[in-house]
């Protein structure tokens, strides 16, 4: 064995001038088998954690779930999750109990992911969120612990009493910092892979070519079919970040410019939204496939949301006041946030790891932070797909609204069980969700 291949097999990497990318599951190269824990038998995949956020709730009266596996009927707003019914738990019922308190987007959003009390008159303390516990215990021997997506720019201005940050960020590394949320996808698509965003605009790929060519001749067939696949997959979406640039579909510039290729533009929203959220999917889907993280969140947009739909030809109202009613436009922006969700499963389950695909070897968790536009935080949507790594029974409905213990925290600690993080509490709960 030479020191190229040893090194590869020891790191899992494949790397070129500048940059360092890691590999997916191979079935003849143990990739995962040093790297961190929980992990099953066989150095299988490792488990993650993905959460999505969508700001000011859903349609009233079509936010449901009945019955089990084939056989459960899915409200109209989680339609795009049709093909994913075995693999989703949809749970009703579930609350944050200090979400009540301040009774507007901030104070509902800033401790959705702790439960945490939120300082008011402007100060910012909230509590560690739950991504950062498992990324603090769990995320240390990846390249990134973890990765914070987000569509829309931090609101530092106070509404009422209560930071806009908090309605700006569900991540908090500490209980005054929250994680920082990259809103740029050349930007986070470059922290994937790049060692030093000063290198030049050298293609990622083209920079890993003859390491991946030299693991290439050391795999399987079946492998070499996966990693022509994974490296198209790069590329694909290296080439929309490049086409989308030219474009000027995207504020801000690329940092690996050695020279600026267009002014920056005035701070603002992405002018291409459904592009912007795409992208930010597939590189969620780059990050748990490479195992360059272990535990990345999305946030499609902040509560008391500013975005607009042109492309869904709803442009006529920001996202915000159009949650006041449910209208069928509301469903169809609705809708369209439930896509991104299924987009990314559908991805995460394409890719094989061993008997499982990454989708069973994730937990996807979809929530808001109050239940319906007219700010009911007195149960929360939540919905969580995959299977993380065969610890969550799938394909059915929990409901806890006529149960004692049905705070949001409890599901928590239920899930950081399944990461072996067994903490006493967690937020405003001691207790697990026995069903979870």
């Known amino acids: 064995m030479n020191r190229s291949y040893d090194r590869l097999n020891r ?9 360092s990318m890691a590999l997916p599951w191979f079935e003849s190269m143990p990739v995962f088998a040093d790297v961190g824990k929980p992990k099953t038998e066989g150095g299988d995949a490792p488990k993650r954690l993905g959460v999505l956020f969508a700001g000011n709730g859903f349609h009233s009266k079509e936010w449901w779930a009945k019955g089990q596996g084939k056989e459960m009927t899915l409200g ?25 308190k301040g009774n507007i987007h901030s104070s509902m959003t800033g401790n959705l992911l702790s439960g945490a009390p939120l300082a008011p008159g402007g100060e910012i303390r909230s509590g560690t969120s739950v991504d950062q ?5 769990y995320g240390r021997d990846c390249r990134l612990p973890s990765l914070v997506l987000g569509c829309e720019k931090a609101n530092p201005s106070v509404h009422k009493n209560y930071s806009m940050l908090y309605s700006s960020h569900i991540s908090w590394s500490s209980p005054t910092a929250p994680t920082p949320l990259e809103v740029y996808p050349a930007l986070a698509f470059d922290r994937l892979f790049k060692n030093d965003v000063q290198l030049g605009d050298r293609s990622v790929l083209d920079a890993v070519l003859e390491d991946a ?22 590329r694909e979406v290296e080439q929309r970040l490049d086409r989308a640039g030219k474009r000027g579909e995207f504020q801000g510039w690329r940092p690996t410019l050695t020279e600026l290729n267009m002014d920056r533009p005035a701070d603002g929203y992405p002018q291409d939204v459904s592009e912007h959220m795409r992208l930010m999917s597939d590189i969620m889907v780059l990050a748990f496939q490479t ?59 394409a890719i094989q790891e ?53 705070k949001l925290c409890s599901l928590f600690l239920s899930l950081l069980d399944k990461f072996e993080i067994r903490l006493p509490s967690f937020g405003d709960s001691n207790e697990r969700l026995a069903e979870v």
């Open 291 to 349: 195992d360059t993280t272990r535990v990345c969140s999305l946030k499609l947009n902040n509560d008391h949301s500013s975005l607009r739909f042109p492309h869904l030809g709803v442009d006529y109202m920001i996202h915000h006041l159009l949650s006041h009613a449910d209208t069928q436009d509301w469903l169809k922006v609705n809708q369209y946030f439930v896509e991104q969700l299924a987009y990314i499963a559908t991805k995460l389950d």
């Open 76 to 100: 109209k707003v989680l339609a795009p999750l049709e093909s994913h019914k075995e693999k989703l738990l949809f749970i009703r019922g579930l609350y944050n109990e200090e979400a009540l």
């Open 354 to 406: 061993g008997e499982r695909t990454a989708l069973d070897n994730t937990m996807l968790l979809f929530c808001s932070s109050m239940l319906t536009g007219s700010h009911d935080a007195t149960q929360l949507p939540v919905v969580l797909v995959g299977r993380g790594g065969g610890t969550i029974e799938t394909g059915r409905v929990l409901d806890y609204r006529e149960k004692e213990n049905r």
């Open 133 to 137: 516990v498992v990324a603090q215990r």
């Open 213 to 234: 060519h030299d693991v290439r001749r050391r795999v399987s067939r079946t492998d070499q079919q996966k990693l022509d696949e994974y490296l198209q997959s790069v």
């Open 11 to 19: 790191r899992s990497m494949i790397r070129g001038l500048g940059v």
